[in-house]
């Protein structure tokens, strides 16, 4: 993949030079680039805001009984989709705040949450060249989740001066909620043929 971009991307730089030079709009690109980049750092200065404040409320609650109270609350659903880790709560705890974070929209912040979940689940992998069934569940969990608040949508809406940045967020809800339910059952179907494929 990245050896790919490698390629892709100078394709595209020198396209994108070739195309503005010929037709005469190299000074409509200079400026065009001078100003991508103080957007994009203003943007970053933006999201950098609400990833610090949902960052610092996912640490403290990690510090308190809240987690616990959450992953109380989630164990019948986390038992549903990792039937291997009924038995190990502290997997468990760290998938509960992961699904919290990626529920409020916080991409950045479930992301370090996410990899020391998968870290541990590694670790009670049998086989460290395999995903075992709850890692695939995982991965497909994260990459569908449900966001019942796309915080990071609404800052970058946000940012870009939108006249009603949360206006996406019900039909947020039923694109994720339909894309989890869709990665959930095929997830499912697909272990259960390859785990009978196994056993025979």
Do not use: H, Y
């Not at 892709?8 to 030079?21: E, L």
């Not at 709009?25 to 943007?43: Q, V, W, Y």
């Not at 997997?91 to 998968?118: C, D, F, H, R, Y």
């Amino acid at each position: 993949m990245i050896s790919l971009l490698n390629i892709v991307w100078p394709v595209f730089i020198i396209i994108s030079f070739s195309f503005a030079i010929f037709s005469g709009n190299l000074e409509n690109l200079n400026s065009s680039i001078f100003r991508s980049t103080t957007d994009a750092i203003e943007l970053s200065i933006n999201l950098l805001g609400t990833i610090c404040l949902w960052n610092g409320i996912m640490n403290i609650a990690s510090s308190t009984k809240l987690i616990d109270t959450i992953s109380d609350f989630l164990k019948p659903i986390i038992k549903f989709l990792f039937p291997e880790l009924k038995n190990n709560l502290k997997i468990q705890k760290e998938i509960s705040m992961n699904m919290v974070a990626n529920i409020l929209g916080l991409g950045n912040a479930s992301t370090p949450l996410g990899l020391k979940a998968m870290n541990s689940m590694q670790k009670e992998n049998k086989d460290k060249e395999k995903l075992t069934d709850s890692m695939m569940m995982f991965i497909v969990i994260n990459t569908a989740s449900i966001q019942i608040i796309p915080t990071t949508v609404i800052a970058i809406r946000n940012s870009l001066d939108s006249s009603n940045p949360t206006e996406i967020v019900f039909p947020v809800w039923i694109a994720t909620i339909f894309a989890a339910i869709t990665g959930v059952i095929v997830t499912k179907i697909l272990i259960k043929i390859t785990n009978r494929g196994v056993t025979k």
